[in-house]
């Protein structure tokens, strides 16, 4: 039977130390690089939301003058009829206010 000696029990403690820290070197460095991409992932979705919330203004704005617009459109057209033109004029504030009543109501 073969006698274990300190030194033996010594080099093994430091072998196994040393793949510890090497396995918690790596463990690190991978933590880091990953917590690093969620940081710069996390700034760039805010930067999107942020250009998500100016684009829905936008299109608030941009739906307001369109109903403007199409109203102004309608008074035309109704002038229009009451200066006695038919036809066209008739079928289109037909058609726009339809579709008025129908966006009321979505």
């Known amino acids: 039977m073969e006698l274990i000696t300190l030194g033996q029990i010594g080099g093994g ?6 793949i510890l820290k090497f396995i918690e070197y790596i463990y690190n460095l ?3 690089s990953t917590l690093d991409k969620i940081d710069k992932n996390s700034k760039a979705i805010e ?5 998500v919330g100016v684009l829905k203004s936008e299109m608030q704005d941009d739906k307001e003058e369109r109903i403007i617009i199409l109203q102004g459109l309608l008074a035309c057209l109704k002038g229009l009829q009451e200066q006695g033109c038919d ?3 008739t079928e289109s504030i037909t058609n726009i206010e339809k579709y008025l009543m129908r966006k009321s109501h979505d």
């Open 13 to 18: 403690v430091a072998l196994i130390y040393g």
């Open 87 to 89: 036809g066209a004029v």
């Open 30 to 32: 991978l933590r880091k």
């Open 47 to 51: 930067e999107l939301k942020a250009e």
